[in-house]
């Protein structure tokens, strides 16, 4: 009976959805067009961490060396290690650290406590689709949510040993309340964002946006759905957000923050300052269905493959990376116009365990970018491939 | 009266089947829980047991503290008695020295146990590293003996043995080909290595000797399976590897030789996904032949297998229900009890129909590749999470499971019970 209605779903919607797409460009409208950016020739790519040949259990040691590595949430620390989170949502996750020498150690997780304690022990279980992973350097924590805990948690390390602590939220309890951390509650926190001055902005449940502000946490928006965008005041703005996306990323300033409004097929600005909301990029919806991804000017051309599924701020490049999960290749929305960087589509192999690849050869599917370091190293993650990759622009070296 | 002969024929044959294939309360006699360690150095952490059984006794191995960043896990052994008594209750610690020590496993031939592990104690990659010890717990090499130390990550070891040698094989990393190779190494009861010869099995292979040959089982993706002499050398290499199951998700195969009649392989299924495309979990298990071919008369229920079948089919074990909030998932254990294979695996249970949690360990008999006993047959079942089995056999229906207990608290102990089929 479940397989029967998932096909009628999919024969139903997917397909006549690609067809309309087939139509539609048949139809006169301008074909799916990639414009590259400027600086794509000057990229390439190395394998970061994981490697194909290495199997399913987690190892440790040489980053490009370990296995058991599955679709990664990555946050570079200001030390130059990079904290990622690994597993997947049926079973127990870990948290590892490579150092800057490319050593992959764990660091959390495999137990089952939910409680405050050793990492060692801890139960970890950190999203790999929203933004779930974030360094603060303000108090040298590790924040990490996931739709399935309904707390905001934090790593951090004392005389050594890593510890793990709850400080919004009940993990073992969902609901809707604010307050000071312990007493509230969340549903499905989906992304998390950390200001320089350690202020936490979490996208729970799709619609919420929740602050987290000297441990007392407050409702910021809570977002209408509806067919269209809509810009304004921040309690008047819709969003269309889905368990596929749930992306938030800070932009320039602390101010500034960027959404990937999935089903509304654009990028959403959110001014915190003045509390209203904007759109940046991405045609409409009905211009902008399967197979319609096109790179060009941000509002009248730029559009998202099956909706923008992520953003995240580049503050080296001052861009915006963002995309919809199936494009096969990353872009940047920079001076109002969004641009092919990296990848391409096709059916080639790479050699996806290499270093410096040109960053034209690069074929990731359901694939997002993760994180920006302090040196503008890209980190990208893709579901179809496991593991962790870094693009870097040549002349900014490795 | 011919007719007769064939009925009495009939009759008289079938008595002996019947007995060894009785099902009921009695089919695995499960025995009380022990711990094999209470207070030990790794601060009540306790990952990765395996178990052997030689002259006697069963020596279980595990891992012995925290194995992450800030953590000093180290490798120890304990024997405990075929009724389930441990014989050194304060363990024996196998190798010396800071750092890192992972994913033990044990084996026994002649007269010693042979324990190997991968170990981090260098700090920058894996080497491969055993020790032997004799059935009385006298640790034999204390300077632990380096199976594989070469540059780059070698890892994933696995040993077996033909009754006079061991064979140790692992997976280790080729730098300049950025990819890992399967090799294998004989190693004799009085310490000798012998030369590394690649398999082509990887990754992370389990092995299983089987009267003249051992076969290596492994595979990302997939589970394949090669054929390997002695020492180690391939005997039916191919590119590819001979397919045991194809489409399995993050496989964990376990394998058990059946004397002179080839190994039994155990898979799990799918994992959980949210609208349940990939069809429900199960445990399931294949035979191989001696010649390292799957068993031909499985071939009618493969297609089944591969096309997201939701029922149990006949060489499934166990079979996963979200509406039941039960998934088989994670590596099983077998061993060989002289009369049939004992299974054990992990039934995990499923919250928001994707997230694993409670998980318990079941175990049923097997005959060729299909379940003896009706149910399967709870070997630990409460509140706390049991997994990750292993199993051990004395041959005459007497084996030892151990796994770890997860607490509420996040401790995780080594834990054991006696399982009894005769």
């Given at each position: ?16 959805a690609?067809?309309k ?18 600086t ?33 949430a ?13 597993g ?205 991804h ?105 | 009266?011919?007719?007769s ?30 711990r094999l ?61 800071a ?30 590293l055993?020790a ?18 070469g ?17 140790v ?48 089982v ?43 009649r ?17 069809g ?29 079948n ?73 509140a ?6 292993a ?32």
């Amino acid at each position: 009976m479940r397989q029967f209605v998932c096909r009628f779903l999919l024969s139903s919607l997917l397909i006549p959805a690609v067809v309309k797409s087939a139509e539609a460009q048949e139809g006169g409208d301008p074909p799916p067009e990639i414009v590259l950016d400027e600086t794509a020739p000057m990229w390439q790519v190395n394998r970061f961490a994981g490697n194909s040949t290495a199997g399913p259990v987690l190892l440790q040691g040489p980053a490009r060396e370990v296995g058991g590595l599955t679709r990664c949430a990555v946050a570079p620390a200001s030390d130059g290690s990079v904290f990622l989170g690994t597993g997947r949502k049926w079973a127990h996750n870990r948290i590892v650290r490579v150092t800057p020498d490319g050593q992959l150690r764990l660091i959390a997780g495999g137990g089952s406590s939910l409680s405050d304690g050793p990492a060692s022990r801890a139960k970890i279980l950190v999203g790999t689709r929203g933004n779930s992973l974030v360094y603060s350097s303000s108090d040298e924590s590790l924040y990490y949510i996931h739709t399935m805990i309904p707390a905001v948690r934090r790593l951090y390390q004392r005389e050594g040993r890593w510890l793990v602590e709850t400080i919004a939220g009940d993990p073992n309890r969902t609901g809707d309340a604010d307050g000071p951390g312990d007493e509230a509650l969340f549903t499905e926190p989906m992304s998390i964002a950390v200001t320089s001055t350690g202020t936490i902005y979490v996208l729970d449940d799709q619609r919420h946006l929740r602050k987290i502000e000297d441990g007392h946490v407050t409702t910021v928006a809570r977002f209408p759905g509806g067919p269209k965008p809509v810009d304004g005041p921040l309690e008047d703005a819709s969003m269309a957000i889905t368990d596929m996306s749930g992306h938030i990323t800070l932009g320039e300033n602390d101010d500034t923050l960027y959404v990937a409004d999935h089903w509304h097929f654009a990028v959403r600005k959110i001014d915190l300052k003045r509390g209203t909301v904007i759109t940046i990029a991405g045609v409409p919806r009905e211009h902008a269905c399967f197979n319609r991804h096109s790179d060009g000017s941000a509002l009248t051309r730029a559009s998202f493959n099956s909706g923008c599924a992520y953003v995240k701020w580049d503050g080296v490049h001052e861009a915006l990376w963002c995309g919809g999960p199936d494009e096969h290749r990353f872009r940047w929305l920079k001076d109002g116009k969004l641009t092919t960087v990296i990848g391409r589509r096709g059916n080639r192999k790479w050699p996806l365990d290499e270093l410096g690849v040109p960053a034209a050869d690069v074929q990731l599917v359901w694939s997002n970018v993760a994180a920006v370091d302090a040196d503008g190293g890209v980190y990208l993650v893709a579901a179809s491939t496991w593991g962790v990759w870094r693009a870097y622009m040549k002349k900014e070296g490795q | 009266m011919i007719r007769s002969s064939i009925l009495i024929a009939v009759i008289v044959l079938s008595v002996p089947l019947t007995v060894g294939s009785a099902t009921g309360d009695n089919a695995i006699q499960v025995g009380p829980e022990f711990r094999l360690f209470e207070d030990g150095p790794g601060k009540g952490i306790q990952r990765s047991p395996h178990v052997a059984f030689g002259d006697g006794v069963y020596l279980v191995v595990w891992q012995e503290g925290w194995h992450g960043e800030d953590g000093n896990a180290r490798i120890y052994a304990a024997r405990v008695s075929p009724d389930g008594k441990v014989l050194s209750p304060g363990g024996i610690q196998v190798a010396a020295g800071a750092g890192v020590q992972e994913h033990p496993r044990v084996a026994f031939a002649g007269d010693v146990f042979l324990v190997v592990w991968q170990d981090l104690s260098g700090g920058k990659d894996a080497d491969v590293l055993a020790a032997r010890l004799s059935p009385s717990g006298k640790l034999l090499d204390t300077k632990p003996v380096a199976i594989a130390a070469g540059p780059g990550t070698q890892a994933l070891p696995d040993v077996a043995s033909d009754g006079d040698k061991f064979l140790v094989v692992w997976q280790s990393f080729d730098r300049d080909a950025s990819a890992y190779k399967g090799f294998a190494a004989r190693m004799t009861p009085t310490g000798d290595v012998g030369e590394a010869m690649e398999t082509g099995a990887l990754p992370q292979p389990r092995i299983a000797w089987c009267g003249d040959a051992y076969l290596a089982v492994y595979g990302d993706g997939r589970v394949t399976s090669v054929k390997l002499d002695r020492d180690g050398r391939p005997i039916n290499p191919s590119k590819w590897g001979h397919e045991v199951v194809r489409n399995v998700r993050q496989p964990k195969p376990a394998i058990t030789g059946v004397p002179e009649r080839g190994w039994l392989v155990m898979v799990h299924r799918s994992v959980p996904d949210y609208w349940g495309w990939g069809g429900p979990g199960g445990m399931r298990c294949y035979f191989v032949t001696p010649e390292g071919e799957l068993d031909p008369s499985l071939a009618p229920h493969l297609k089944q297998d591969r096309a997201g079948n939701w029922g149990r089919l006949p060489h499934w074990l166990d079979v996963g229900n979200r509406d039941t909030t039960t998934w088989p998932w994670g590596r099983p254990a077998c061993a060989w009890d002289g009369r049939h294979v004992v299974a054990v695996w992990t039934r995990h249970h499923v919250e928001k129909k994707v997230m694993l949690t409670n998980s318990d360990l079941f175990a049923t008999r097997v005959a060729g590749w299909t379940p003896v006993d009706k149910e399967a047959i709870p070997v630990a079942k409460d509140a706390t999470e049991e997994q990750n089995p292993a199993v051990a056999s004395a041959g005459n229906g007497h084996l030892l499971c151990i796994y770890e207990k997860h607490a509420p608290d996040g401790s995780v102990f080594v834990t054991g019970r006696v399982l009894r089929t005769r």
